[in-house]
């Protein structure tokens, strides 16, 4: 094992951009090194967003380290990118089977199923959910979290002990970043790259609160914009002005991993609306790095 | 995602990232299977990989007929899942790649991110001559080891 | 000269306008183009195309009406995109120096009679 990863260290550090991190990282979780299975894994996933293996092992090492709500954001953004990931399915239906949700953990197993009619830990899983869902802990799902990959059958070491259900999302802190920025935070939003709302609010024009729909749309907005203008040889992204009949809206990008959101009435000049944008960037900008 | 080949990880890897293809398959000519994903049983991908050979084999073959060009690619819209089967040349020979994609991606950009794809598996393939595909003795656990390494199993 | 080609001229007029094309929302393809060498129809085309639709969501996300007009601005120009009718884009690629006011007039104006 040590000789595997030091093999796979080497490879990683000859070629940066090779996928052996997805290698190194399981067999340093598999080591029980998970601080390290962390790092590797969080250097993997900021050169391939969007690799759903990338994902599901940060996923795994966020479930060694405890971090449930961690881990199950990191199990869904796997699933976006690959929508039949059998082990995310089987992940998410293990914190599920954790909080008590049984109905919903079974639903993520019969879509496992589903996936790959193959895989018998999946079936086992079931039995086991169905036979005694009162039961908490991770034996009924030890062998239905293991990868898939071959020859990783070992039992795995330094699995934390049953915790309650996973955590909620991380609270924001009290103060808003748009405090001073404008009369009232409706209508500025900010976002992080997973499409959560990290400070602010919107409100539909039906009068419901709209920022968790909007902000889930804009999750990947920064990495499609950058992609744009690079693509175009137009360099990096500064902003988009928007144009509806109901609305003048203003995305920004206060850092590479949030986009800012200004939503203001047709009336108000675009231009306008682009400064109190700006202005929110700035205080935004400022915001994260203090909570950060 | 797997592959046969180390070198194809990458580029693939990238293609997915950008097209949000929900199943790539790159295959030879002859059917061939070189790297997949999204793909959850071995029985299907074998049948996929057969039949998008059969596909293009028949449409170049109709182009031939007819004096035409090959087809460059092929693309299929479904009310809810696309196809876009393309044949492309590599080092390695002629390759085809099949991709079934929804509605949150396009045939534009799977397209676009296709004909990236098809430069970078040129630039990194290695450049030594592959062997002459044959069929061997042991055709049968030679293709059992590919489907193990295909699907991890 | 055909509405496309007319919508096209009009908006490649425009100062530091380096070419503009009609495309396909839904599938990003180009349906017309008149571009300036090393602009990349197809590209703009599709990448312009998945933005225009992830804003879209956007914009009923809050329960507002679709977007009529998009700038993406980046530091070597922008991108700018009109919605119009049946499916189509119009969208034009232009440098930093280029009358973006100007050229939103036009498109506008040319978006409105797409389709």
Redesign the interface.
Same mark, same amino acid.
């Given at each position: 094992m040590i000789d595997e990863i030091r093999t796979l260290t080497q490879r990683l550090a000859d070629e940066p951009s090779s996928l052996a991190f997805l290698e190194l990282g399981e067999s340093l979780r598999r080591r029980g090194q998970v601080g390290a299975a962390y790092k590797v894994a969080r250097g993997g996933l900021n050169r391939y967003p969007g690799l759903a293996d990338a994902h599901d092992l940060m996923a795994r090492i966020l479930s060694d380290q405890g971090d449930f709500a961690g881990a199950f954001d990191a199990w869904a953004d796997a699933l976006r990118f690959d929508p039949m990931r059998t082990g995310a399915l089987k992940g998410i239906a293990f914190l599920y089977f954790r909080a008590g949700d049984v109905d919903a953990a079974l639903d993520h197993l019969h879509r496992a199923a589903e996936a790959d009619p193959d895989d018998p830990a999946v079936p086992q899983a079931i039995a086991r959910v169905r036979r005694d869902s009162r039961e908490a802990g991770r034996a009924a799902f030890a062998p239905a979290l293991e990868p898939l990959e071959a020859g990783t059958e070992e039992p795995v070491a330094g699995r934390p002990e049953p915790v309650p259900a996973p955590a909620a999302p991380p609270v924001p802190p009290s103060d808003s970043p748009f405090t001073g920025v404008a009369p009232e935070e409706e209508g500025l939003l900010l976002v992080d790259a997973n499409g959560m709302c990290l400070a602010g609010s919107l409100t539909g024009r039906d009068g419901t609160d709209a920022a968790e729909r909007v902000a889930a749309q804009l999750a990947g907005l920064t990495r499609e914009a950058a992609r744009a203008t690079r693509l175009l040889g137009l360099g990096s992204w500064h902003s988009i002005a928007v144009e509806s009949p109901d609305a003048h809206l203003f995305l920004a990008s206060p850092t590479a991993e949030t986009v800012l959101l200004a939503v203001r009435e047709p009336e108000l000049p675009m231009a306008r609306v682009g400064l109190l944008a700006e202005r929110a960037t700035r205080a935004a900008r400022g915001w994260l790095e203090r909570v950060q | 995602?797997r592959a046969l080949e180390?070198w194809v990880? &990458?580029p693939l890897?990238a293609f997915?990232?950008?097209s949000?293809a929900?199943l790539t398959l790159l295959m030879t000519s002859s059917g061939q299977v070189v790297a997949q994903?999204?793909f959850?049983?071995s029985l299907d991908v074998m049948t996929a990989a057969a039949l998008g050979a059969g596909i293009v084999a028949s449409t170049e073959e109709l182009a031939r007929l007819m004096g035409a060009p090959k087809f460059e690619a092929l693309v299929h819209h479904g009310g809810h899942q696309s196809c876009l089967l393309a044949a492309f040349a590599t080092p390695r020979g002629r390759w085809i790649g099949l991709v079934v994609f929804g509605q949150e991606?396009?045939?534009?950009?799977v397209?676009?991110f296709f004909d990236q794809l098809v430069q970078q598996l040129t630039d990194s393939a290695p450049r030594e001559q592959a062997p002459a595909p044959r069929l061997a003795e042991n055709f049968e656990h030679e293709l059992d080891a590919s489907l193990? &390494?295909l699907f991890?199993? | 000269m055909s509405a496309a080609q007319v919508a096209l001229d009009r908006v490649t007029r425009v100062p530091g306008v380096r070419g503009a094309l009609i495309a396909s929302s839904t599938d990003g393809l180009v349906v017309a183009e008149q571009l300036m060498d090393g602009v990349d129809g197809r590209a703009a085309a599709a990448l312009t195309g998945s933005l225009v639709a992830r804003l879209a969501r956007t914009t009923a996300g809050a329960g507002l009406r679709a977007p009529v007009f998009l700038h993406l601005r980046g530091e070597g120009g922008s991108i700018l995109a009109a919605p119009g009718t049946d499916g189509l884009v119009l969208v034009a690629v232009a440098g930093p120096e280029a009358n973006v006011g100007l050229a939103r007039l036009e498109m506008l104006n040319a978006a409105g009679r797409l389709g």
């Open positions: - | 995602m180390p990880e &990458a890897q997915l990232a950008e949000a929900r994903h999204g959850g049983r991606t396009s045939v534009g950009i397209q676009l193990r &390494a991890g199993r | -």
